[in-house]
């Protein structure tokens, strides 16, 4: 028996289908990501279902998440979306607050980690409570901005919350910048995806580091998030951004449910 993997585990016990069931998860969570973020809430519930263990489940997330969100990078940054002014005081902050909050989870027991994911659920909950002011357009002519400061604790905070746990990183970037900076949607999507691989960089750097990925399954899971990310990048800026405020909702949602139903099962 692979010691990688859970004993009596659907890829421990046939692995091929564990890993396609992997590679189709890999792909819905690129598509959704591109769109409104959240990939780690396909990626860890379908890890740890599959029968990965709780932090090689995490480890795997960020090896998956973080080459994948190139490609919705490469489309966005096409399509001039990006607000490149904020973004490098919240790539510093996003990979200092993700590899800090990385250590912090790796020095847990593995069984604790459910009950972490259970305890850390109602963040998804004040993320839709967030959901009446996010589909508030901005006001026309509202002057975005771009505070030093306020970016660098936002990705300071948020990027801690990704190295620790990480599902819904994508959605959370995605309102604070639209909330905090008054970012149009569209411009929050894309440039929360830089913040974004900047915070998947330092929890990977950790989780590297500790031994805590399985590159070999990885590979087809990273082609398949890589297209995901593509196709779903390439959704959100030809729907002028309308899209994501529907996906955003879902996600929370999705968010909820998923890891509700892990925690208490």
Do not use: R
Request: with cysteine.
């Amino acid at each position: 028996m692979n010691p990688t993997f859970i004993d009596g585990s659907i890829i421990a016990q046939y692995f091929y289908l564990g890993l396609l069931l992997l590679i189709i998860a890999s792909f819905v969570a690129g598509y959704i990501d591109a769109i409104a973020g959240g990939a780690g809430l396909i990626l860890i519930p379908s890890f740890l279902m599959v029968g990965l263990p709780p932090q090689l489940a995490l480890g795997q997330e960020k090896l998956v998440s973080t080459i994948g969100t190139i490609a919705a990078i490469k489309n966005f940054m096409k399509s001039s979306a990006i607000i490149w002014q904020i973004v490098p005081v919240g790539i510093i902050s996003a990979l200092l607050g993700a590899y800090l909050g990385a250590e912090a989870i790796l020095m847990l027991p593995t069984h604790v980690i459910n009950y972490i994911i259970f305890a850390l659920l109602p963040l998804g909950l004040l993320a839709t409570l967030f959901k009446g002011k996010l589909l508030v357009k901005n006001p026309s002519g509202t002057e975005i901005k771009k505070s030093a400061l306020a970016v660098f604790i936002t990705c300071l905070i948020v990027g801690f919350y990704d190295g620790f746990f990480g599902p819904g990183t994508g959605s959370i970037f995605i309102i604070a910048l639209f909330i905090i900076n008054k970012l149009p949607l569209l411009q929050a999507s894309a440039t929360s995806k830089i913040f974004n691989f900047a915070s998947n960089i330092g929890a990977f750097v950790s989780f590297l580091i500790a031994g805590k990925m399985a590159f070999l399954i990885g590979i087809p899971m990273i082609i398949a998030n890589l297209l995901g990310n593509h196709f779903g990048s390439l959704h959100a800026i030809h729907s002028n951004g309308e899209i994501i405020k529907k996906v955003l909702v879902i996600t929370v949602g999705l968010l909820m449910l998923s890891l509700a139903y892990k925690a208490l099962s």
